[in-house]
């Protein structure tokens, strides 16, 4: 059975770098494609980008700027990375399997963006 | 972007009846390969999203056989024929055909 789990710091200074990890069992990174979902609270869904062939990365282009996701096969862990976050970056961050399907959810973890 | 626009976006159904959630999306979803990618999620209360169906039709494992997926180019419904309790939450509709990928508002389904 494949799990996601998130994990990094929940509070993140303004104009600082919000890390992310997903750690993956059940699956190899290297099988998949694999993406990053946000949802800023009491809102809807936002596609951040997604990674594929361990190398590859495609991003949302208004966030394209500021997002690097790569991913580190000996540890079966993928992460993101965004820059120069503001307050409109608050949201609960998730880890997906796949990208045009999203099949697989991290449970998600938040975010808050704050001085 | 493809824009996805769901209706309506709160939906109060009574316990036992059907349901359906509409989503059109601004431009054509068949992809060249043949597969249209329109997915459909449920997000509870407190929870992470979960697939129902996927490319436009198929169900996950574990999903009831009382929701289903249809549509074609850019008009998709997701139904229920029976909604129960624990189908409370919110739908989101969401295209892999076009990048960016894009989700739907969310429609909230809830009690009447």
């Known amino acids: 059975q494949v799990q996601l789990q998130e994990s990094g710091p929940g509070l993140v200074k303004p104009s600082e770098t919000l890390s992310l990890t997903c750690s993956v069992s059940g699956a190899s990174i290297r099988d998949y494609y694999w993406s990053w979902i946000r949802q800023p609270p009491g809102k809807g869904l936002e596609f951040i980008g997604y990674?594929?062939?361990?190398?590859?990365?495609n991003y949302n282009p208004p966030l394209q700027s500021r997002v690097t996701i790569s991913v580190d096969t000996s540890k079966n862990q993928f992460s993101l990375r965004l820059r120069s976050v503001t307050t409109a970056d608050t949201a609960v961050y998730y880890c997906?399997?796949?990208?045009?399907?999203?099949?697989?959810w991290g449970q998600g973890t938040l975010v808050t963006v704050s001085s | 972007d493809v824009e996805m626009t769901q209706s309506p976006l709160s939906l109060p159904v009574t316990l036992g009846q059907p349901a359906s959630i509409s989503c059109r999306s601004s431009?054509?979803?068949?992809?060249?390969?043949?597969?249209?990618?329109l997915n459909w999620f449920q997000q509870r209360p407190g929870q992470s999203p979960r697939r129902l169906v996927y490319?436009?039709?198929n169900r996950d494992s574990g999903v009831p056989d009382r929701f289903s997926g249809s549509g074609s180019g850019t008009d998709f419904t997701l139904k229920i024929s029976r909604v129960e309790a624990e189908d409370l939450g919110i739908y989101y509709c969401?295209?892999?055909?076009?990048?960016?990928?894009?989700f739907g508002q969310g429609t909230k389904l809830e009690i009447k």
């Open positions: 431009q054509s979803l068949a992809h060249s390969d043949g597969n249209t990618y």
């Open positions: 969401m295209q892999g055909t076009h990048w960016p990928y894009t």
């Open positions: 490319r436009l039709s």
């Open positions: 990674l594929y062939d361990t190398v590859k990365t």
């Open positions: 997906v399997r796949e990208a045009r399907g999203l099949g697989v």
